[in-house]
């Protein structure tokens, strides 16, 4: 394997979809990522522009040894749980994971001297709040998550920001909006089971390797009545995480930054862009709206740019479809999420 000659750089759950990405980006940046991952939705085949090392992120002694052994210098932060209705089910677990993997992982970074973090935040952490429908949303906005799985990334925050007043950690906590897309180079893409995401369901669906999409609620006060969301192209999230290393930020700094596009895209939008990407309809039912889905989540993005100096460049909808689609049709890893004839497994929701 070609490996970089710069810092070592951490990247926990870099066998997940955005991590990989991450790691693909770090590479070609000229760093040296080493992946910490237990695989538990990360995939071995994933993981191809640094080592993998197999552990959980709550085992401290397994970080450590990792550090030393690698001679990290800085640490990326996407290991964890994700679905956020299991994190209804189980929120026990998505705290054990989410929030106590990451103090572990606090402590071990400053017993071990690496002083820098990039951490997977969310726009989970907003909640709907005195916004009106179709504002966006800045990083002031009221924090009030509608799900223990956006408490997790809150909590997590604040002991992030903690850490940086006290022992003079330099952190960016980056809210993601919908990541969606995938690398150019078909080599990696979005594998999640249970796939929950719009637009590989509607991409399934278009091309018969899942049941037709449902698209939730009609009505919302939007320009065609369904729920508008921010996609970003998975590569543009990537390169927001290089930037976040390279922000040149004081020691203790703590900031915590939005990553959009500041464009909403409607549901109804998306399914007609993949509808003319795949060349047929989607096909679709319509159902009833979900509790606790908001109108509108479209970030600020102005944030990003001031501090990151980062704006997308492949985040046009066309775009992104384009690329989530050459990488459904032919996917690398991940055919133990989707049954016989290919056929998506499990169709949670949009
Ligand atoms: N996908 C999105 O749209 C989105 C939006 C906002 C925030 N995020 C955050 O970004 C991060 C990455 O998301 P993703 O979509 O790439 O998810 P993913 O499930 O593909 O990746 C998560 C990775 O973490 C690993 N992992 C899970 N538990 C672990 C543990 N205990 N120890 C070590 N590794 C563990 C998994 O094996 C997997 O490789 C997550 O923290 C998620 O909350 C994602």
Same mark, same amino acid.
């Given at each position: 394997m070609d490996r970089g000659t710069g810092p070592a750089v951490l990247v926990t759950g870099g066998a997940g979809y955005i991590g990989a990405h991450t790691a693909k980006a770090l590479h070609g940046r000229g760093y040296r990522p080493v992946v910490f991952d237990d !695989?538990? *939705?990360?995939? @071995? =085949? +994933?993981?191809?522009?640094g080592p993998l090392v197999e552990g959980d992120i709550r085992d401290a002694d397994a970080l450590a040894e990792t550090i030393k052994t690698h001679d990290i210098q800085a640490v990326i932060h996407f290991a964890g749980l994700i679905e956020v209705g299991r994190s209804v089910a189980k929120p026990d677990l998505f705290w054990e994971v989410n929030v106590s993997g990451t103090t572990a992982l606090l402590t071990v970074m400053r017993e071990h001297g690496v002083g820098q973090l990039v951490f997977s935040s969310s +726009?989970?952490?907003?909640? %709907?709040?005195? /916004?009106? &429908?179709l504002e966006t949303i800045a990083e002031t906005a009221d924090k009030a998550p509608a799900s223990p799985y956006g408490d997790t990334k809150l909590a997590a925050e604040w002991l992030i920001q903690a850490q940086c007043r006290a022992y003079g950690l330099t952190a960016v906590a980056l809210r993601y909006f919908n990541a969606a897309g995938a690398d150019p180079s078909g080599l990696i893409g979005e594998a999640h089971e249970p796939e929950t995401h719009l637009i590989p369901l509607a991409i399934a669906a278009a091309l018969g390797d899942g049941p037709p999409l449902t698209i939730f609620? %009609?009505?919302? =006060?939007t320009p065609d009545g369904t729920c508008l969301r921010d996609y970003i192209h998975v590569s543009d999230l990537a390169a927001a995480h290089v930037a976040a290393l390279e922000a040149? !930020? +004081?020691?203790?700094a703590f900031e915590a930054v939005n990553v959009g596009t500041g464009q909403g895209r409607s549901v109804a939008e998306v399914v007609e862009a993949v509808g003319r990407a795949v060349g047929c309809a989607v096909p679709h039912s319509l159902g009833a709206r979900r509790a606790g889905d908001p109108p509108s989540l479209v970030a600020d993005p102005r944030r990003a740019q001031e501090v990151l100096g980062w704006t997308p460049q492949h985040s046009s909808l066309d775009t992104i479809v384009a690329d989530a689609l050459r990488w459904e049709r032919k996917?690398?890893?991940? *055919?133990?999420? @989707?049954? &016989? $004839?290919? /056929? /998506? $497994?499990?169709q949670i929701a949009v």
């Open positions: !695989l538990t *939705s990360g995939f @071995r =085949e +994933a993981v191809q522009w +726009a989970a952490v907003y909640g %709907q709040g005195a /916004r009106g &429908p609620g %009609q009505d919302f =006060e040149g !930020l +004081a020691p203790g996917p690398c890893y991940g *055919s133990g999420v @989707r049954g &016989p $004839k290919g /056929r /998506r $497994k499990s």
